[in-house]
């Protein structure tokens, strides 16, 4: 037991003693998740201090040779597999742990990498020794957001939370299916940066009430000279981001800034953020109407930021989202949560969610707007068949935006930060394919395939069937024609997950290509 897995099993013992054996049984399998993980990113990023040309392919298994002349060996994996790794092979020497196995390479800029799985091994036994004692309640969408124990597929800080300790997990995170209690900080309205109409139950006479996350209010607000008006005001529950939470009164869902890294960013709210997302949801609204309401933007309604030493401060934020509303007889969840007990037919499940999430994704980007559209940002919408019916798109912040491709379909670029605007086709195909391809349906195909190659070359010949059919029900105009061609080209681009995190990286994130799954015929 490494010293930081010893560490949250004294506080385990401390905060919830009767989880004590199942934290414990739950370690090997947390280190091969996220060993499994880190070995997909060691196959298939550029990190430095590996050598180049690429992994080797042997019977069984590939080998990745370092710039030391030093071997790493494990399975065989492709860019979309699921699945735990056991053990990986450092010259001969089996590493089971995956900051273990990180340390011993020496990769340069990787010493908070290290930490970082070491917290994601930590927080995943404890997520997944922390669910086993809960029923699967199913039903709602904040059932199913809390479902989801793992998090990200692919990224080895999938369940890295540093700052944040064994209670607070218990007490915050959706996987323990907590009720979470906001707080409200009384701020001068005038002194604040708001978008969009802010509703007058969170207002006191000329004060603006902002939700405030309880760990926020612990660890931050005393930092800023501030402490909340009214403690537990909204009880809410924790959806799929920990920081948006579902009122248990119902209205609009609430995202609050949790200044601490989860995964891989810091999850605060900039104020561009703040001052984005009404003429960001605007936007994505009226495209969607031209593509005949599909996907449903569940817009961002109101947003504020208050003020710290003059200046609208990250740590002082709140957003208002609309909920994903559900119709008689449907069920709607993340993308993520799907599990193979809610498919009957996996050809035809993923044939109906692949006409859906194409022409809608490929229908915005025609129009000027490239959506990030994983398993996260992704509800699907099951009838009463158990087959996708439509698909909603949430968390705009991410998107990019062609003000080129706008102005060519009739649209005007919103008042937007310059970062999400970009006409560089690499950039929205990065963008929109990244996410798409090669996380959303890469998971699912991982998921319904188990592995059998067979089985996976048909159901990604379903995707590219159902690209081919987005494709002509578009306008054969160039932008088209140059997203078709991307689509079904030799690699996409994806996000470098380890590559992003290594010390004096560039910011916005690494990104990396891998063969295409879906490359053929255009």
């Not at 970062?419 to 690499?426: F, N």
């Amino acid at each position: 037991m490494r010293q930081l897995e010893a560490e949250f099993a004294a506080q385990v013992a401390v905060a919830c003693p009767d989880l004590s054996a199942g934290y414990a049984a739950a370690l090997p399998g947390a280190r091969a998740a996220v060993l499994g993980r880190l070995w997909r990113g060691l196959l298939f990023e550029p990190l430095p201090g590996l050598a180049a040309g690429g992994p080797e392919k042997e019977p069984g298994r590939h080998v990745v040779p370092l710039a030391d002349g030093r071997r790493l060996a494990g399975r065989e994996r492709r860019p979309y597999d699921l699945g735990d790794e056991p053990v990986v092979w450092l010259d001969g020497h089996p590493h089971t742990h995956p900051a273990g196995l990180l340390a011993a390479l020496g990769l340069p800029g990787a010493g908070r990498l290290v930490e970082d799985l070491d917290h994601s091994v930590a927080s995943l036994a404890l997520s997944r020794a922390g669910a086993a004692r809960h029923a699967c309640a199913a039903g709602t969408l904040a059932d199913y957001e809390q479902s989801v124990v793992d998090g990200h597929p692919y990224h080895p800080g999938c369940r890295n939370r540093p700052g944040v300790s064994v209670a607070e997990q218990l007490a915050y995170m959706p996987e323990h299916r907590p009720v979470v209690a906001l707080d409200l900080v009384a701020l001068p309205a005038a002194s604040c940066l708001v978008s969009g109409p802010w509703p007058a139950s969170l207002m006191d006479g000329d004060r603006l009430l902002l939700p405030v996350h309880p760990w926020q209010s612990r660890h931050v607000l005393p930092g800023l000279g501030l402490r909340p008006y009214a403690t537990g005001a909204i009880r809410a529950r924790p959806l799929m981001s920990v920081r948006t939470l579902a009122p248990l009164d119902g209205g609009p869902h609430v995202k609050t800034a949790f200044t601490t890294r989860m995964t891989s960013d810091v999850r605060d709210i900039s104020p561009g953020s703040v001052r984005d997302c009404v003429p960001l949801s605007c936007l994505l609204a009226v495209l969607s109407a031209r593509l005949g309401g599909r996907p449903r933007i569940a817009r961002y309604l109101a947003g504020a930021a208050g003020a710290v030493d003059g200046e609208h401060s990250a740590d002082l934020s709140a957003m208002l989202r609309e909920p994903a509303s559900t119709a008689t007889g449907e069920t709607v969840l993340p993308v993520a949560a799907l599990t193979p007990a809610m498919v009957r037919e996996p050809v035809s499940w993923l044939r109906a969610f692949a006409r859906l999430a194409l022409a809608d994704a490929l229908g915005m980007l025609a129009l000027g707007v490239a959506l990030e559209a994983h398993g996260q940002n992704l509800l699907v919408a099951l009838g009463g068949d158990g087959l996708p019916s439509r698909l909603v798109y949430r968390d705009l912040a991410d998107v990019r935006i062609s003000p080129a491709r706008l102005a060519r379909n009739g649209f005007e670029v919103p008042p937007v930060s310059a970062r999400l605007l970009s006409d560089d086709p690499g950039v929205l195909h990065a963008k929109l394919f990244g996410s798409l391809i090669g996380t959303t349906f890469g998971s699912l195909i991982s998921l319904f395939g188990r592995g059998d190659r067979a089985t996976e070359s048909r159901l990604w010949e379903v995707v590219a069937g159902a690209a081919r059919q987005a494709f002509e029900g578009l306008p054969s105009t160039p932008d088209v024609r140059a997203d078709r061609a991307a689509l079904f080209g030799g690699s996409i681009t994806v996000k470098a997950h380890l590559l992003a995190q290594l010390e004096g990286a560039p910011p916005g994130g690494g990104w990396t290509p891998i063969d295409n799954p879906l490359a053929g015929p255009i």
